[in-house]
């Protein structure tokens, strides 16, 4: 199908940064997504120095993953139906409790299955604030031209947490003490929750009142392309996974184990710019098209990585890694709210966060064992392998990605579109 140029100038991150209120939940916003970004790495790493096992470590912190993907959903359809505030206040009391929990367990040396019991309500509550945030611009530009614009920035805040919070994570597991990351994820999903929840004048409708007239509320799930993008998204879960592992278990390998931050900095530095550029441009290729060049340059990409054996290679080749993340991972935001009535917003936008974290948790497993067994370039399969099977099943499957007629969605209230490309 033939591309459609678009026609309408993108507004500027600096509109929409004026929209009045905006401030008021995109700061405690930032602050409270954190935890998803830190969460694993600060288990992977307290519990690797607690045990000296890396499987073990990326299995405790694979069950918070698989709890995670599977409770964030059911967090989304609760906070399209009661609110907001009303899922955040207790997530987060919850949240915190669990990790300070998992923390003391890990330093009294407690048996596995005593932190795997920790790791359940651990990720089971983590706070789903970036799918919450992107309601919230939903609802308060619905109908605007600023609307594109705030599925970018938001796409290139994701890519910012992804940055931010693993470096944060390893800096201070390996500068100040091998808890503090967890400790510090903590701290931010207490006071970041709480504040955001308190933002209540932003908070979007729920109940019935977010519903589209005539139309019966719809799992996001039961829509075909949104569960070929969750088999994308657990493809880039995979390569976060992957890294975080891998990275770790190569320097500890080389005796230059405080390079590991510098490595994984130079993976997230690549994702930030990328992401930056993908929100900065008004594109004249179509969304689906984009998403599968994007993940074709993220698996080749990917595949290169078990041949790298220099510290000045590994981080070469993770920066063009870095860089490939942000296509697939913003495209396939972009092509979501394409595909979803309103009344399901929240709850698709936790599905794609929940498979994230649902393919970093089998990664961090499966590479920590094989990091274990046979070396830190075979925890490097675990991308190659992930990105490749997702890449298949999009390529597959890329019909169900074609997005609602413009009116319907529209009238849906997923916000303003201009004519745009779908292929």
């Keep these: 199908m033939a591309s459609t140029v678009i026609s309408d100038k993108r507004p500027g991150y600096g509109r929409l940064l004026r929209t ?3 401030l008021s939940f995109l700061l405690p916003g930032f602050a409270a997504r954190q935890p998803f ?13 607690t045990t000296g096992s890396f499987g073990s470590a990326g299995a405790v912190a694979a069950v918070t993953g698989v709890s995670m993907a599977l409770f964030a959903p059911q967090s989304g359809k609760l906070a399209d139906r009661f609110g907001q505030r009303a899922v955040l206040i207790p997530g987060v009391l919850v949240h915190t409790a ?29 706070p789903q604030v970036g799918p919450m945030v992107r ?35 390893t800096a201070l597991c390996t500068g100040v003490h091998p808890a503090a990351g967890l400790i510090a994820e903590a701290a931010l999903t207490l006071f ?6 308190a933002q209540r004048a932003t ?19 039961s829509i075909p392309g949104v569960r070929v993008l969750v088999v994308a998204f657990l493809g880039i879960g995979s390569v976060f996974g992957g890294m975080q592992v891998s990275l770790t278990a190569f320097t500890e390998e080389i005796g230059n ?86 009344s399901a917003r929240t709850e698709a936008f936790t599905w794609l966060t929940g498979a994230v974290a649902l393919g970093q948790a089998a990664a961090v497993t499966v590479a920590g064992r094989l990091a274990d067994a046979h070396g830190a370039s ?46």
Excluded at 139 to 167: C, H, I, N, Q, Y
């Design 20 to 22: 009045p209120g905006a």
């Design 37 to 49: 970004a830190m969460l694993t790495i600060g288990i992977v790493l307290l519990v690797q120095h």
């Design 98 to 126: 669990s990790v300070s929990l998992l923390v003391v367990l890990a330093l009294s040396d407690a048996p596995l299955w005593a932190l795997f019991l920790a790791a359940v309500p651990a990720g089971a509550s983590v």
């Design 135 to 169: 309601a919230r611009w939903a609802a308060k530009l619905d109908g605007t031209p600023l609307m594109p614009t705030a599925a970018a920035f938001e796409s290139v805040t994701d890519e910012f947490t992804f940055v931010v919070g693993p470096v944060l994570a």
């Design 192 to 197: 970041g929750g709480l504040f955001f929840a």
């Design 203 to 221: 908070q979007p409708a729920f109940g019935a009142s977010s519903a589209t007239a005539g139309e019966p509320h719809r799992s996001a799930l």
């Design 257 to 342: 184990p405080g390079a590991n931050g510098l490595l994984y900095g130079v993976f997230a530095a690549g994702n930030m710019l990328a992401g930056i550029a993908m929100g900065a441009v008004a594109w004249k290729t179509g969304p689906r098209r984009r998403l599968i060049l994007g993940y074709a340059g993220l698996t080749v990409a990917a595949s290169l990585l078990w041949t790298t054996h220099s510290v000045l290679l590994l981080g070469a080749l993770g920066l063009v890694v870095g860089l490939c993340i942000a296509p697939a991972l913003i495209t396939g935001y972009t092509i979501v709210e394409t595909l979803i009535p309103a």
């Design 378 to 423: 075979t925890g490097f399969l675990v991308p190659m392998v992930g990105t490749a099977l997702a890449l298949v099943t999009l390529l597959a499957l890329r019909s169900r990605l074609k997005p609602r007629e413009t009116s319907r969605v529209a009238a849906r209230g997923i916000g303003h579109r201009v004519p745009v490309a779908v292929d």
